[in-house]
C-alpha cells in the first residue's frame, strides 16, 4: 500500500538516488519502505503542474471544490486502521489518539466544505454606480475574494493526521481554491504516503485537474526548492521557530516575496492570580500536571509557563505539581530528534542560576520523555531571556513573584504567544485588570481557566499570535478563518453583470450576504 | 505657522543640526523656512511615547476616536487656503487639484469614522459553549480584531494629502486604535508641518493621549530608524518599488519580523479588445491621452502601458493618441529627482531596440514633464523585461501584438498590478474570456473600459495588487477595508461576560452584526 514515491499530480515519480526510511520511536526500529527523496526536477515538475492545475481548478464551483474536500475524508477513513497503526508506529503516539485526531481532520474538510457553501469567506462588498454624482460620476466597483495560486505546505511531526499531508493548511487551501504541493515530512513518511494516496483517488472521483494535489519526500534542500520556486505563491507551515523563520526568511528573499503562514509554537504562560490560587491549590496542581504531560508535552499550546505569586498556596500548588509531575511515566515522544532537544533545551533552562529542578533530571532513554517541574525566582526570570524560550515536551517552570507589580513585570516581558491564561477568580480580574490588559497584547487565544492544550476547530478560534509564536499574526491555522490565508481581494470597475463571477452579479444566485452600499443584504441588486 | 520642528506627541522638539529646505520645483526656488531632521533620540523618544499612548489609545471607545477623527478633518479645514497654497508649492501641482484632494482627505477620515460605528471591521465571532458536547465539552470562544500597536507612515509625494500626513495610511491606522508616527515627506515638508499641527491640535481637542500622533522629519536614515524599532509594529508606505522593497527587507530582517504595506505602483495595462478598438479608435485615443496626462502621469495608476492587436483602427489609435499627447503642454512635475527620473526610465524604454518614440523625446527642462508615446511590437515586448517597468510620468507604451494569441502572452507575461483594464465591448470578453482570466491574476482591480485614474474611496475599492505593485496583494490602501492591515484577531475562550469587551458581551450592547454558532446575527445571546 505504501508506494515510497513522490507523486507530481497523479503520477508516481522516483528519479532520485536519496532514499529515506521511516523510524519506529517506541523501539528506534526502521520500517522497510524506502522513499525516494525528490530530485529538483520533480519538484518543478510537481509545482508547474500544481500552476497548471491552477488555471481549471480555480474556476470550479464552490459546491464541486465542497464535495471534494468531502471525498478526500471518505478517503482518508477508508484508510481504516492501517493509517492509524502506522500513524501510530511512526510516532510513538497510541493508535487511540490517532481515532480522535483522524475525526479531526476530516472534520476540519468538512467543516471549509461547509465554509464553501456558506460563502462568507468571500467577503463580497458592491457599491453601485450613481451616474449622476457630481463633480464626477461614482463608478460600480464590486469586491470578492480569489485564490493566489500553488501552496506549499510542511507538515508538524506532533499532529501527523491534522496539521500534515491533509490537514488544516492543506484543506483551507485547496478550499480556497489553490493547488497544493505538500513536502512531506519526515517524520511520519508512510503516514503521508497514505494519506496523499487517499487525497489523490478524492481528485480523481472528483473530476479535479490533475495536479490539484502533490507531494514531494526530501529533506531540507527539497523545502527549499519548494519556498523559491516562483510559481509558489504561498507556504504553509507548522513547526519549530527555527524552521520557520528559516522559510520565512528565504520568501521574503525571492524576487516576489510570498507570504509564509508559520505556527511556531510557544511557551502559553498560565498567570496564577492569588484569589483563585487560594481556593484549591492542589486542584490546580492536578489540572496543570495532566495538561502539561498531554500528548507528552508534545503540544504547540502545552502550558510551559506558570506565573504565580509567592504564597503558602503557591507552594502547594508547586509541591502537588512536581510530585503529580514526577510521578507520570515516562513515554514515548515522537522521534529522537525532539526527545533529545527536549533534554539539551531542558538541562539548559535548570542550569541557569536560580533554577531548581523539583524531580529527577535523568534521561532514562529510548527517547522517552519524563515530566518535571522547575521553579524560578521572577527577577531572575526576568533577567534571563534563556528561561523564556519554548521547551518542546513535559516541561513546565514556575515563576514565583514577589508581587502583583512583578507579575505584570513578567506579563509585559513576554515575547508573542499562541495562548495566554488567566488562572482566576472573577475577583482576581477585576482587582487586576493590568494583567489581563499586558497579557492580551501578547497571545492570540486568552483564556479564562482551564488549560490551553485543547484546540476548538471552530469560526471563532485564534490559533496564532504575535511573532515569534507565528509569523502572520493576523491569521489564525485553525478553524475557519484559516482560509482567508490564501485569497487575496480583486475588485471588477463597471463589469458587465452577465460577464461577473456570481458571488458579484445583481441577482445574487449564490444567495450570500453581501455588503451592498454599505449594507449588509442578501437581496438581489435591482 | 510651519514651524520646522518634530513632533513627539504634543511637544515640538528641533535637537538635530541637519537641517532641510522645502524645494518649489515650479522655479526651482527654496521656501525660506528650516526643518529640523529628527535625531536618533527624537525617534526613539516618539515611539516611546506611541508605545506609552497606545496602552490608553486602545481602550478609548470607538465613538470617541470616531470623533477624534472627525476633527482631524475639521482641523485641516480650518487651515484654509494657506494649507492648498502651500501644497501647490512645494508640488508644481494646481491649486483646484488640492481642493479635490483636501476633500478626499477629510472624506476618509470621516470614512473611518463611519467604519468605526458601523463595527464591521471587528469580525466578531462567536462560539457558545455546549457543556455536555462528547466526548470532550466545547468551550465558549469569542473572537474580534485589536489593534497591534504604533504604525510606522511614509506618504508618498504625489499625494501630499491624501496619501501622507493625515492620508488613508494615518486615518486607518489611527481608526484602528494605533498610535501613528509619520516621517515627514522631503518633497512637501512645509504641507506636511501644517497638517501635523491640525492633527496635534485634534489630540488636545479631543483629550487623546500624549503620543497618538507625532511626526519626525529627515532622510532614509530616519526612516530605517522607525522601522527597525522594536516597538514600531507596522509599517505603511506609498512610493517606488525600490523605496517600498528597501523598508519591507528591513522589517523583515528584524528580530521580529513587522508587516509592511507598501503600494508601489504599477504600469496599469489595458488590452484594446478588436470590437470595440474598431468602433472608435480616436475616442478612445483621446480618452487615454487625458488619462495619461492627468496629474503629468503621476499617479500609481496612470496607464503606462496599452495592449492591442496590429489592424487599422490601432494604427488609428496610436496616430490619435500620439498627437494628443504630443499636443500638450509640458507641466511642473513633483520635483526635480522626479522630472530627472522620468527622462532616465523613459529614455531607456524608449532607446530599447524595435521601440518607437512618437513624438519630441527632449526634455524642455524646469521640472517639466513632456507627454509621449511609444510603440513596439508584441514579440519584442515579450522578450525585453525593460519594458515591463513603470515610468513614472506622462509617458505610455503602446504595444502592437500580431494576435490574440500573442496578446494572452503579454498579459501572463505581465507581474503584478494595481489595475487592468479590458477597453472592449461585451463581445470581445465573450470571444476572449481567456484574456480576463490571465489579466485577473496579476491584478488588484480589474476594468472594463473607462481609465484607472479615477480611485474610488468605498467600501469595494481594492487598492493594491501582486507584488511588485504591492507587498502585500491580501490588503488594500485605500477604501474601509485598509483599516484590516492594523488589527488582528484574539479570542476570548470561557470569559465572564461581564469583562468580555463590548463588541463581545452577550447583550451585544454596540449592535454589532456577528457571527453567532455560524449564524450571523444582531441578535444578543440568552
Redesign the interface.
Known sequence: MITGKNYIGKDASAMGNEVLKAYNPTDSSIFPEEFVAATAEEVDAAVNKANSAF?SFK?ISYEKRAQFLETIAEEIMALGDALLERASGESGLPVGRFQ?ERGRTCNQLKMFAAVLR?G?WLDV???TAIPDRQ??P??D???MQ?P??PVAVFGASNFPLAFSTAGGDTASALAAGNPVIVKGHEAHLGTNDMVTQAVLRAVEKCNMPDGTFSMVNGGIETGQQLVKHPKVKAVGFTGSLRGGRAI??LA?QRP??I?VYAEMGSTNPSFLMPDKMASDPEGLANIFANSVALGVGQFCTSPGLLIGIKSAPLNQFIQTLSQALAAKDSVTMLNAKIAKSYYSHRGLAIEQTGVEALGDVNDPGENKGKPLTAKVDGSTFLANPQLHEEIFGPFTLVVACEDITEMLAVAYAL??QLTGTLVAA?SD??AHPEI??AL??K????????VPT?V?V?????H?G???AS????T?SVGT?AI?RF??????????D??LPDALKNSNPLGL?R?V??E?TKAAIQ
Chains 1, 2 share one sequence.
Open positions: 488555471q474556476g480522535g456558506d462568507s462588498n458592491i457599491d463633480p464626477i461614482k463608478v466597483l464590486r469586491k480569489i493566489i495560486g520565512f526568511d521574503n516576489e516575496p507570504p515575547s508573542g472573577t480580574l477585576e489581563v490588559d492580551s497584547t497571545v492570540g487565544r486568552l483564556l479564562f481557566n482551564g485543547g476548538e471552530c469560526h471563532a478560534m485564534q496564532g504575535p511573532y515569534p509569523t502572520d499574526q493576523r489564525t478563518a482567508s485569497v487575496r481581494p480583486i475588485s471588477y470597475q463597471s463589469w458587465p452577465s460577464l450576504w455588503i452600499d454599505g449588509l
